[in-house]
């Protein structure tokens, strides 16, 4: 759980370097149901290098994002991204978690992908080799392949598409309180139409990475939303990681 890139506090007020207690203390729980976003952007705005995130990602965002992940109920992602980037099934060390039983959480948070057209394979590592039942956010009128209610609950939640306003609801219901989004960019851009989301983590990587990638948000319009920074923190190599709640 600890790195070897310091991160230092540039506001509100400079301090440094930061251990893990203290990031913790800076990405902690809410008392009340929270919806918070996690990306990492270049410089110049490109959610990706070669399509995948990692060329972004650096060993202090690989820190935060793993104490993110600590700290949530519930990991909430889309389907694309479920399978452009790969992902394995949701897991913690042992020291994350023995932190999340300490303070009361299961020992693991819960992983909920967002389908509309259910297009997802059960045996992906995410769903089979899960320690915890994963949940899929998806529509009344979408078919289940086989196999897939084996591996997770699926949550109808809408008729032709996913309202996320009643699939957030019902994770609140089940528990689920401190929601962890990893996008793609498609579900940031239709959680912020739909004025839901709470809190964006953005980290700015050094790097320019030319046209051609797309932003961390996508699809349907809505209104300039704001976000008020709550902190900013830096690594030597010009590495952000920026911090915005509602106010």
């Known amino acids: 759980m600890t790195g070897n890139i310091p991160i230092g506090q540039l506001m509100p007020d400079p301090a440094g370097p930061l251990d893990e207690a203290d990031l913790i203390n800076r ?28 060329g972004l990602s650096s060993e202090p965002d690989k820190r935060v994002f793993g104490i993110l992940r600590m700290v949530c109920d519930a990991l909430l992602v889309g389907a694309g991204t479920l399978r452009i980037e790969g992902y394995r099934a949701l897991r913690l060390d042992p020291r994350r978690r023995a932190w999340r039983q300490a303070h009361g959480l299961p020992e693991y948070p819960t992983l909920v992908v967002v389908s509309g057209s259910l297009d997802l394979t059960p045996t992906l590592a995410a769903f089979a ?11 009344a009128s979408a078919t289940a392949p086989p196999g897939l209610s084996d591996v997770a609950d699926l949550v109808r939640c809408g008729t032709d598409r996913v309202d996320l306003t009643t699939g957030l609801a019902e994770l609140h219901r089940r528990g689920l309180r401190q929601v962890l989004c990893e996008g ?6 239709t959680l912020t139409a739909a004025d839901l989301v709470d809190e964006v983590c953005l980290t700015v990587a050094p790097i ?40």
């Not at 149901?33 to 990706?48: E, M, Q």
């Not at 793609?184 to 851009?189: K, Q, R």
């Open 208 to 247: 320019l990475a030319g046209p051609g990638a797309g932003r961390i948000t996508a699809g349907p319009a809505g209104p300039p939303r704001g976000l008020s920074l709550r902190h900013a923190l830096a690594t030597p190599d010009g590495t952000l990681l920026l911090r915005y709640a509602r106010p």
């Open 129 to 139: 080799d899960a320690p915890v039942r994963p949940l899929v956010l998806t529509s």
């Open 27 to 54: 990405y902690g729980r809410t008392t009340h149901p929270h919806l918070r976003i996690n990306f990492v952007s270049s410089l110049d705005g490109a959610v990706t290098i070669d399509g995948y995130s990692a």
């Open 184 to 189: 793609g960019p498609l579900l940031f851009g």
